[in-house]
C-alpha cells in the first residue's frame, strides 16, 4: 500500500499584529494578563479589510507547491480546510485553484473547525493510499476568523 509522505510545508500569517494591550485600551480592562496567564497569548494576527482567507491560502500554498520542488500542473486535488470560506460557493479550494493555475486539480473544501487541518491531511494520505491516480495533494488550512469578530466583544476577540 502507498503512504503519503510531505514533501512541502508553507505559511502565512496576516502582516497586521495586534498585541493584548489594545484591548486592554479598547474594552477599558485587562485582558491581557487573563489571556498570558490561561491561554499564553500575547498577540494575535488580523486581517485587513482587503485581506480574506483566498490570500492566506494563496500564499501559504505557493510556498509549499515551491518547496516542495513542483510545479502547478502536478497538483492532481486540493483539499482546503477552513470554516472562514471566500464564499459559500464555490469552495476556497476552487479559488486557489485558478490563482495558482492548478489545471489538473480537483478541489474541495472540509469544514470541521479547529480539527480542519489534521482533518484534511487525513483525508489526502486515505486519497494517496486508495487511488493511484492521485501522486500530489495540496492539503491547506485557512482560518481568517478575524474578519467577524467585533473588536468590542470581549467574549470572541
Known amino acids: 500500500m502507498r503512504k503519503a509522505t510531505i514533501t512541502g510545508i508553507g505559511s502565512y500569517a496576516p502582516e497586521q499584529e495586534i498585541p493584548n494591550s489594545y ?12 489571556l498570558r496567564q490561561n491561554v499564553n497569548i500575547t498577540t494575535r494576527r488580523w486581517c485587513t479589510e482587503d485581506e480574506s482567507v483566498a490570500d492566506l491560502c494563496e500564499a501559504a500554498a505557493r510556498q509549499a507547491i515551491g518547496e516542495a520542488g513542483l510545479e502547478p500542473g502536478d497538483i492532481d486535488l486540493v483539499i482546503l480546510s477552513t470554516d472562514t470560506p471566500e464564499y459559500v460557493s464555490p469552495s476556497t479550494a476552487s479559488v486557489i485553484q485558478d490563482r495558482l493555475g492548478l489545471k489538473n486539480a480537483g478541489t474541495f473544501d472540509l469544514n470541521t473547525a479547529c480539527a480542519g487541518f ?5 483525508v489526502a494520505a486515505k486519497y494517496i493510499a486508495a487511488d493511484e491516480r492521485y501522486q500530489h495533494i495540496l492539503v491547506i488550512g485557512g482560518y ?4 467577524y469578530l467585533n473588536k468590542h466583544d470581549k467574549k470572541t476577540v
Open 144 to 147: 481568517a476568523m478575524s474578519k
Open 23 to 34: 484591548f486592554n485600551d479598547l474594552l477599558g480592562e485587562d485582558v491581557d494578563t487573563w
Open 118 to 122: 489534521v482533518t484534511a491531511m487525513d
